[in-house]
C-alpha cells in the first residue's frame, strides 16, 4: 500500500461535522477530513517512509499527522523533522514532531545547540518546538544541565507568540516539578516583564500557597 491507499482510508473514515469542530480547536488554515487521530495512526501502519513526502505536501491536517507518525526518532530524521515547521500551523503536528525530535535528543544532546538556534527563528512554532523538544526530553532522560535548559527559556521569556508562550511555560512547570525553588526564584526575576501567559502555566503545579504570590489566590 502506498500515499494513495492511506488517502483513500482516511477519507473513507471523514466526518464533517468533527473536521469543522477540530478546525476551530486547533485554528489552523489546513483541510480536515475529520478523521481523527486513531485513523492517522492506523493509516501511518498501510505505508512506508517513501509516501511521507507526499503526504505531508498534502496540506491535509490527517494525511501530515499520518506522515509524522512513520518517521522513525533516529538522527538522519532531524533536519527532515525541522525543515517540516515551514508547513505547522498548528500545536498539535509541531507538538508531535518535536516528541520525535525529542527521542532523538535523548540519543544524541548535541542537538541541543540546534535548540539553541531555533529560539531565534522567526517561525514561531519553531521557536515554540525549542521548549516543547526540551521539555518532553528531559522527560525521556535526555541528560542536559539546568542552566543549558534555562538558556532556552531565558531566550523566549519576552516571545509576543501566545503558543510559543505556552510551550516555555510548560518547560518551566515541568522544571519546577524536580527544582521547585530554583524555578520560582528565577520566575520572580521575570514577574511583571514576561507574559502571564509563561507565568501561570509555571507555576500550575506548585502548592496553591506559592502559586498565589504568582498569580493571587
Same mark, same amino acid.
Given at each position: 500500500m502506498g500515499a494513495k491507499e492511506i488517502r483513500e482510508y482516511l477519507r &473513507?473514515?471523514?466526518?464533517?461535522?468533527?473536521?469543522?469542530?477540530e478546525k476551530k480547536y486547533l485554528k489552523t488554515s489546513l483541510k480536515l477530513y475529520g478523521a481523527g487521530i486513531p485513523a492517522s495512526r492506523a493509516a501511518a501502519k498501510l505505508g512506508t517512509e517513501k509516501d511521507i513526502g507526499q503526504?505531508? !505536501?498534502?496540506?491535509?491536517?490527517?494525511?501530515?499527522?499520518?506522515?509524522?507518525f512513520m518517521i522513525k526518532?533516529?538522527?538522519? $530524521?532531524? $533536519?527532515?523533522?525541522? &525543515?517540516?515547521?515551514?508547513?505547522? !500551523?498548528n500545536w498539535a503536528l509541531g507538538d508531535w514532531a518535536c516528541s520525535i525530535l525529542a527521542d532523538i535528543l535523548a540519543e544524541h544532546p548535541e542537538k541541543y545547540n540546534d535548540?539553541?538556534?531555533w529560539t531565534k527563528s522567526s517561525n514561531p512554532w519553531l521557536r515554540r518546538a525549542a521548549a516543547v523538544t526540551l521539555a518532553i526530553g528531559v522527560k525521556r532522560g535526555v541528560k542536559i544541565p539546568l542552566n543549558k535548559q534555562l538558556q532556552i527559556s531565558d531566550k523566549l521569556m519576552l516571545d509576543k507568540d501566545y503558543f510559543v508562550q505556552m510551550g516555555v511555560g510548560w518547560m518551566l512547570r515541568d522544571l519546577a516539578l524536580r527544582y521547585e525553588d530554583c524555578i520560582l526564584r528565577r520566575l520572580k526575576k521575570w514577574k511583571g516583564k514576561a507574559s502571564q501567559v509563561i507565568i501561570r502555566r509555571a507555576v500550575e503545579r506548585v502548592s496553591r500557597k506559592r502559586r498565589s504570590e504568582f498569580v493571587g489566590r
Open positions: &473513507s473514515k471523514a466526518d464533517r461535522k468533527r473536521a469543522e469542530k503526504l505531508w !505536501d498534502s496540506g491535509v491536517f490527517e494525511e501530515m499527522a499520518a506522515a509524522l526518532p533516529e538522527l538522519k $530524521n532531524w $533536519n527532515l523533522l525541522r &525543515s517540516m515547521f515551514k508547513d505547522i !500551523d535548540l539553541i538556534k
